[in-house]
């Protein structure tokens, strides 16, 4: 890629109303987008059932599905589950979320976050929260993972370990989840992603961190023996991440709004080195407030994980999962992946 983003926010466009990716009776997240062999647009999403609270269901039952469209704003429609539960003995076998699909030369590359939990399934009509022994447990066991194919329609080989495991006495000895990738020209990959420490036997607040692979199917080491944004000014989920030639580019979830000025909106961040990161001279890369292509706007209860799609090396929309509701996760009735295309600068 050979564009960077400058002013982000300033460039993005009316949002369609009938874009994205829904499904009834489920709960919708973490959209990324990748064209198909067939060149079509093929989104990767984490989907779980309704049953469940929207938070923290995700950790106990959410799947990463597969959706396509014939233009990137969608709608997309159900195809099929890429990333089933496959049993509490693989250390993905209950959950998969936080998908990000990408392509490198032949091989669709497909990082995610798993975790499991050798507990029963929380069942229709069953309580399930923050306390429940199987939350606690699954949100220990989150990790990142890769799986990999030759198609887009599959078969996907998992691995049967994740990429980042935790490490004790590090500032990711809790868990490790939200992968960010890069992959380079010649195959080798900065991965950005979220983790947690331990702090006596809970954990601590949201961190990132930052690893690198000679090849994305090697082996992954972390290269940052600290946050890479320093945890005292910096309060962020949800990084993606691109490299424009010269530098790399991030943006993030602003948790407490202090850097962009807006709760729970982005921030635009750069490096020459994925380990040193500096503020863009326009730091806020988006809001929750939506402008329509019906000349509405909302303020979207949630507008996360959020997903660029570059076509020719320009960057042309922006996915992100969202939610209605007056905000927080407690408040959504519906949570679905929308779109937003961005302006050419």
Known sequence: MTTQIRGLYDRLLPAPRSGGFRMEGY????????????????????????????????????????????????????????LPARGAEYWDGRSTHNPHITKHGDTYVLYYMGSTHPLADVMPGEDFGLSDPRCIVARANKRVGLAVSKSVFGPWERRDAPILPTRPGRFDSFLTSNPAPCIHKDGSVLLIYKARQYEGNVHGQMMIGAARADRFDGSYRVVSENPVFPPAQF????????HTGERYELIAKDMDGRICGE??????????????????DSPKAYSRKIKWDDGTETRMGSFERPFILFQDGKPTHLFAATADGEGGFAKASNTWNMVVPIASE
Do not use: N, Q
Request: net charge negative; charged share 20%; proline share 7%.
């Open 27 to 82: 709960w919708v997240w973490c959209g990324s987008v990748v064209k198909g062999e067939d060149d079509r647009f093929h989104m990767f999403a984490s989907r779980w059932p309704k049953h469940v609270p929207m938070h923290p269901g995700w950790l106990v039952h959410s799947e990463v599905v597969r959706a396509v469209s014939d233009t990137p704003e969608g709608p997309y429609t159900f195809e099929e589950i890429v």
């Open 235 to 242: 309060h962020l989920e949800d990084p993606f991440i691109w």
């Open 263 to 280: 709760l729970h909106a982005g921030i635009h961040a750069y490096s020459k080195d994925g380990l040193t990161w500096l503020l863009s």
